[in-house]
């Protein structure tokens, strides 16, 4: 699966034994020396020890991403990605209230404009000769039931 010694074993210039607990996810030397000067080598390993076998390559996966969220962000860490993300959701809520309210004032316009071809249907079926006038001045229509 794995050949040559992986980047923790590397780093501690060391031999790397083939049941090292940190081979299978430490394969990247930046990825290990981010971690290994965030965590500690021994609190890596205790901590992908204290989790099952099927959630170690997640939580491997999670250490190697806080440690560069760390070493971005100094000072905020992962807050300053949990802020970031919430302000692209309200952004994304935001955007989307107007979007609905854009299609709410369409669907209304569209049911008055179906309201209205109704009506014009009923007046040229009028017998009464009544006149509709639609838009009165420049540009006006009209209609009679004629
Ligand atoms: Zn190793």
């Known amino acids: ?83 970031q993300l919430e302000a692209e959701i309200d952004a994304c809520r935001k955007e989307l209230d107007f979007v609905q309210k854009q299609l709410n004032f369409l669907k209304k316009a569209t049911e008055i404009n179906k309201e209205k071809e109704q009506l014009e249907a009923k007046l040229d079926k009028c017998p009464l000769g009544i006149q509709y006038k639609e838009n009165a001045g420049e540009g006006s229509s009209s209609k009679s039931c004629a």
């Open 1 to 83: 699966m794995f050949t040559g010694a992986c980047a923790a074993c590397k780093h501690q210039k060391k031999r790397c034994p083939p049941d090292c607990p940190l081979a299978p996810y430490f394969r990247k030397k930046d990825d290990f020396v981010r971690v290994h000067r965030l965590f500690g080598l021994n609190n890596v390993v205790k901590m992908l020890e204290r989790v099952g076998d099927h959630e170690r390559p997640k939580m491997a996966e999670t250490i190697i991403m806080e440690a560069k969220i760390r070493r971005d962000n100094p000072v905020h860490g992962s807050l300053a990605v949990k802020a």
